[in-house]
């Protein structure tokens, strides 16, 4: 049985749809396969999808780019785009396919992203930013956030960051993650862009302090649940990407830590369990198995048998016909193997 039922969604959240836990939005892993995987594992961080294109949703297979669980849900759209009219539309169709909030990219270093003017490179266009969200606020009635960095290139200083969201919050934008990393618009990769600029954390905290009426969230080299708790004390919201994704189970804790539940997580077990009618669902829809396992690889990331796991996922998802029972035979593995390592622990005093 999923771990996520109807009545869930009906529970009021914690500062009335301000959630102070969220996981990133990452191009190529926060797709609805991870999505529905990780709702097994925390019901209430608010969860993103990837960034997609207005040229995408206006030109595009919508209801592959788009669609979702209601499982998933609380779930934001994330938007890449730099013209007011077409996000407009855009957030009208997110309000209309159920989305929770909309959020605009400008944190996106690409290339490719630059080439058509929106991403990171917004931040040295606050004006049309707020006008892309002012268009935005008034075609629907979700809420509209902007995921930025500190800063770009030269344009990196406190006030350059605090200038900008000045002009979009006067646009009615009331919602800002900050990635606590400026980006250099050539010669880093957005890979580099991650990890090269050092983060400034500083720089957020003051802009809190700044616009304490501003709902702000901080962004960047956050890998576990007591750094969550640190943050929270200066900040409204704390956004993880990485390592959510490199150790999915960090947020088994999360429901009952930052959100104050009662109810006791799945266990990794429960939640390979729970993964598999959805898994047979899409297989038999013609969905290749390791577009879902894929996601799964890090489920027991630093437990006995994550190697066995993973291997025994990574070379039998592949195979014609593969289905649910490609997870079942790797939960035995799994199993086996940490009985083996239980019973050299009661033998060995080095254990
Ligand atoms: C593989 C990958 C893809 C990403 N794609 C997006 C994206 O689509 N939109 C976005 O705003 N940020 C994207 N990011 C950046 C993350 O949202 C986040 O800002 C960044 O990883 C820093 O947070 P972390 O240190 O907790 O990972 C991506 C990051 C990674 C690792």
């Not at 954390?201 to 649940?225: A, M, S, T």
């Not at 007591?226 to 150790?247: F, K, N, P």
Request: glycine share 6%.
């Amino acid at each position: 049985m999923s771990y996520v039922d109807a009545a869930t969604f009906a529970k009021p959240v914690v500062g009335g749809g301000f959630y102070p836990l969220s996981v990133a939005p990452m191009m190529d892993r926060t797709d609805r396969h991870f999505r529905y995987f990780l709702r097994q594992i925390t019901r209430r961080t608010l969860l993103y999808t990837e960034m997609v294109t207005t040229a995408a949703i206006l030109h595009g297979d919508r209801q592959h780019l788009l669609g979702f669980s209601p499982v998933e849900k609380p779930l934001v759209l994330q938007l890449g785009g730099d013209n007011p009219q077409e996000l407009a539309q855009c957030a009208r169709i997110a309000e209309e396919m159920g989305y929770d909030q909309v959020n605009l990219n400008v944190g996106c270093p690409s290339d490719r992203v630059q080439n058509g003017n929106f991403g990171a490179c917004l931040m040295a266009q606050p004006q049309l930013v707020a006008d892309c969200v002012a268009a935005m606020l008034n075609a629907t009635h979700l809420p509209v956030s902007v995921k930025h960095r500190i800063g770009i290139d030269n344009l990196d200083r406190y006030e350059d960051m605090a200038n900008f969201v000045r002009i979009v919050s006067q646009a009615g934008c009331q919602r800002f993650t900050v990635h606590a990393r400026k980006a250099w618009l050539q010669g880093l990769s957005p890979k580099q862009n991650r990890d090269i600029p050092p983060l400034r954390y500083q720089d957020v905290y003051r802009l809190k302090q700044e616009f304490p009426h501003l709902f702000i969230e901080i962004n960047g080299g956050i890998v576990n649940l007591e750094q969550v708790q640190q943050q929270l004390q200066l900040v409204d919201a704390v956004m993880v990407g990485r390592a959510a994704y490199d150790h999915p189970y960090l947020f088994a804790t999360a429901d009952r830590e930052i959100y104050g539940e009662t109810m006791q997580p799945l266990s990794r077990y429960e939640v390979a369990e729970a993964m598999c009618s959805y898994i047979d669902e899409w297989v038999a829809k013609g969905l290749k198995l390791s577009q879902i396992t894929r996601h799964m690889l890090q489920l027991f990331s630093g437990q006995p048998g994550s190697k066995v796991w993973k291997r025994h996922l990574t070379e039998n998802s592949c195979r014609p016909q593969a289905d649910s029972a490609v997870v079942r035979e790797a939960l035995m593995r799994v199993s086996e193997f940490s009985a083996v390592s239980t019973a050299e622990c009661l033998t060995q005093s080095w254990c």
